[in-house]
Every structure is written in C-alpha cells, then in structure tokens.
Nanobody, 115 residues
Framework: QVQVVESGGGLVQPGGSLRLSCAAS????????MAWYRQAPGKQRELVAS???????IYPDSVKGRSTISRDNAKNTVYLQMNNLKSEDTAVYYC?????????WGQGTQVTVSS
C-alpha cells in the first residue's frame, strides 16, 4: 500500500514564507513527475508547480518567481518553497505523483495567508 503525506502547511502572514513537503512511502514504483496543486474554497483545483524526473519545472504565472519546487528521488519526496505569500495563495495544497502505471494524490495540507 502506498501512502502520500503532505506537511508544512499552516497560518502565515502576507509576505511570509512556507515550505511544504510531500513524502511517498510503501510499495511505490519509480516516480516520474511530481506536482503540487491547490484548491481554494469555491474554486477549481489548479496547478501550482510540477517537476519532471529530469528536473524540468513548470509554474503558472500566478506563482512564478515566488515558488520553487524540488525533489529528492532517494526519499520519494517533493518540496514546495513559497515566498512572498499573498492572501490569494490561501488554499488546500495537494501533492500529486505519477508513476508508470498510476497516479497518487495526497490528503492535502491547509495554507492560510492572513494577518
């Protein structure tokens, strides 16, 4: 059984920073791409960042320059460093992993940006 667990969310003031982590454990085969998505109340889930097995990254304009995704393949872990956080970054953040045969979602971690 595979477990995908996010951590690092919480309450942060505008302009602050957070680092999210997502670790996969169990009988998981080689992970290809890894990504972070987020979903704010009343909105659709959207991509925040993705990283391919070779390290190529993709960011939407909404977070470009403020966020950095990275991965540790030996630990089956992906990170998301977010800086200069804004109120519109408030959402539940989900980790998403691709293997050759299937995909996995984490349970989500809440990020709230508020003074």
């Amino acid at each position: 059984q595979v477990q995908v667990v996010e951590s690092g969310g919480g309450l942060v003031q505008p302009g602050g920073s957070l680092r999210l982590s997502c670790a996969a454990s169990g009988s998981i085969s080689r992970i290809n791409a890894m990504a972070w998505y987020r979903q704010a109340p009343g909105k659709q889930r959207e991509l925040v960042a993705s990283i391919a097995s070779g390290g190529r990254t993709i960011y939407p304009d909404s977070v470009k320059g403020r966020s950095t995704i990275s991965r540790d393949n030996a630990k089956n872990t992906v990170y998301l460093q977010m800086n200069n956080l804004k109120s519109e970054d408030t959402a539940v953040y989900y980790c998403y992993l691709w293997t050759l045969s299937t995909t996995y979602w984490g349970q989500g971690t809440q990020v709230t940006v508020s003074s």
